[in-house]
């Protein structure tokens, strides 16, 4: 089979990764309102995080979906990550019955219920670390990997190389995906940490977590920044950013970036990454912008450099 060559010079398609933090329903119209008059190539809706977050339903989703493609955007349903209950297989048995959209794996439960029934790409939370376990996730049909979070990209390039990639059975090429942007998901429990840290049960949580916009931040006992609590999710305190890392993302082979969104001035970041990776404009001073349009910080980019997590690397 012949191999490919990358194209510097392509597009580098921008995904809105699914809203992480519960939102009320009218702020989250308002949010895809929003997205569908913006750069994004693609759009992943669904509740990635807590079955008991239903400001919409499934019915809701697909009907939001179909709008954002009547509006030009490619749209992807995202499983639950954490699959606890019949209620949760349900769920995901519904998404496989529907016939207009790509469906996000991120448990291996997903998976089976999935492949050969819908397009499949295969999530961020799924431990593909290695050429081997990708390969086997293409015999299900995946066309698209979202790398997990922790992979360095020059382990990208290993895993499915630019000039070997993946392929499906009947010979086509899995996408890379790679987290650009928004706070890393670094762990999921059946326990609730925000219902926790409220001194309430998980079944009698009051939606706490809906004044938490962004999450709970943390901090450590010398008052830095450490964790943010999402419900059941655990995530980084720093936002990990890639904004200043275009030629190292195009030479692992990254054909698409993902930004998980933010409450506040995430239409900017949108803009930002279409101007930088798409456009040739200067990646100085923007993400310093943000801060003043209320996008959390500090910004990290340790793990794509092969570095702690927390870090920062201008390189």
């Avoid at 759009?43 to 179909?66: N, Y």
């Avoid at 996000?104 to 219920?113: G, H, I, R, T, V």
């Avoid at 996730?137 to 895993?159: I, K, Y």
């Avoid at 995430?266 to 200067?282: E, K, R, S, T, Y």
Wanted: charged letters at 20%; aromatic letters at 6%.
């Amino acid at each position: 089979m012949a191999m490919t060559t990358p194209d510097t010079a392509a597009r580098m398609a921008l995904t809105v990764g699914p809203v992480l933090y519960h939102w009320s329903r009218n702020t989250l119209m308002q949010f895809y309102a929003d997205m569908a008059d913006s750069p994004a190539d693609t759009i992943v809706l669904g509740e990635a995080v807590c079955a008991r977050r239903r400001e919409l339903r499934i019915d809701d989703w697909l009907a939001l979906g179909r709008e954002l493609v009547a509006a030009g955007k490619e749209v992807v349903l995202v499983a639950q990550t954490l699959i606890e209950t019949e209620a949760d297989l349900r769920l995901i048995e519904r998404q496989a019955e529907q016939p207009w959209f790509a469906v996000e794996a991120n448990d291996a439960s997903a998976l089976q219920l999935l492949a050969g029934k819908v397009r499949l790409v295969l999530g961020p939370h799924l431990n593909i670390h290695s050429r081997a376990a990708l390969l086997e996730h293409a015999d299900l049909g995946a066309t698209r990997w979202v790398a997990p979070v922790e992979l360095s990209l020059d382990t990208l390039a290993l895993v499915n190389p630019p000039l070997d990639p993946v392929r499906t059975p009947e010979g086509t090429p899995i996408v890379t995906e790679a987290w650009a942007f928004g706070r890393l998901p670094l762990a999921f429990s059946a326990r609730c940490f925000t219902a926790r840290h409220h001194h309430l049960p998980r079944d009698d949580c009051n939606f706490r977590c809906l004044a938490d916009p962004d999450g709970l931040l943390l901090s450590s006992t010398e008052g830095q920044p450490f964790l943010v609590l999402n419900g059941t999710q655990t995530q980084s305190a720093g936002v990990h950013n890639l904004l200043n890392a275009d030629s190292a993302l195009r030479a692992a082979g990254v054909t698409r970036l993902r930004l998980s969104p933010c409450a506040q001035g995430f239409g900017q970041v949108l803009d930002d990454f279409n101007a930088v990776i798409n456009a040739g404009a200067p990646a100085l001073a923007r993400d310093a912008a943000w801060c003043a349009l209320g996008v959390p910080g500090p910004f990290i980019n340790g793990y794509a450099h092969r570095q702690p997590g927390m870090s920062w690397s201008d390189t």
